[in-house]
Antibody
Framework: QITLKESGPTLVEPTQALTLTCTFSGFSLSTGGVGVAWIRQPPGKALEYLALIYWDDDKRYSPSLKRRLTITKDTSKHQVVLTMTNMDPVDTATYYC?????????????WGQGTLVTVSS | QSALTQPASVSGSPGQSITISCSGTSSDVGSYNFVSWYQQHPGKVPKVMIYEGTKRPSGISNRFSGSKSGNTASLTISGLQAEDEADYYCCSYAGHSYVFGTGTKVTVL
């Protein structure tokens, strides 16, 4: 059974950086064809793709946010880390990590429970 | 890249069929068969209902079906039930990233 869980700060001040960790089980990010993505959802709004990392360390970012995003993986710890710089109140959202996004598994399933991040001073 | 375009809302009576459209471009929906659909109930985590345009994951009712024509993908829910009332999002591979739709609220009258 695949599970994922997001962790990180619930409150971030404007201009600060946000670092979120996705800890997963039930699969390995060293196995070919595996990917983990980050997706966010502002309150009452639509889902937005952020970034994806593959088993071979290839990384794919949202074109509109790529300058602010960094995604990394720690295979031994079964973790994927997302860093977003220069946070703004419009970045207030529930941030999800999800399994998938590779050529072989080009959808997102399952998802973590999500973590709400509020950007405010 | 811009979000895929979905109608803001679609409604239907129990037992009826409804279709949600997802309009993209030749750079996303039109170029790949990697379209997925997600159902999200209020306060809940999104759940995949269709992947690769037409395929249903194990456990998903055959009342849900997907299709694609040109740059537009569609999700059809037949035999509408009260439990189908939720938000629905399409998602497409877009070459070097993914893009989600604007979301559709389905109301069961």
């Amino acid at each position: 059974q695949i599970t994922l869980k997001e962790s990180g700060p619930t409150l971030v001040e404007p201009t600060q950086a946000l670092t979120l960790t996705c800890t997963f089980s039930g699969f390995s990010l060293s196995t070919g064809g595996v990917g983990v993505a980050w997706i966010r959802q502002p309150p009452g709004k639509a889902l937005e793709y952020l970034a994806l990392i593959y088993w071979d360390d290839d990384k794919r970012y949202s074109p509109s946010l790529k300058r602010r995003l960094t995604i990394t993986k720690d295979t031994s710890k079964h973790q994927v880390v997302l860093t977003m710089t220069n946070m703004d109140p419009v970045d207030t959202a529930t941030y999800y990590c999800a399994h998938g996004g590779s050529f072989e598994w080009n959808w997102f399933d399952p998802w973590g429970q999500g973590t709400l991040v509020t950007v405010s001073s | 890249q811009s979000a895929l375009t979905q109608p803001a809302s679609v409604s239907g009576s129990p037992g009826q069929s409804i279709t949600i459209s997802c309009s993209g471009t030749s750079s996303d929906v039109g170029s790949y068969n990697f379209v997925s659909w997600y159902q999200q109930h209020p306060g809940k985590v999104p759940k995949v209902m269709i992947y690769e345009g037409t395929k249903r994951p194990s456990g998903i009712s055959n009342r849900f079906s997907g299709s694609k024509s040109g740059n537009t993908a569609s999700l059809t829910i037949s035999g509408l039930q009260a439990e189908d009332e939720a938000d629905y999002y399409c998602c497409s591979y877009a070459g070097h990233s993914y893009v989600f739709g604007t979301g559709t609220k389905v109301t069961v009258l």
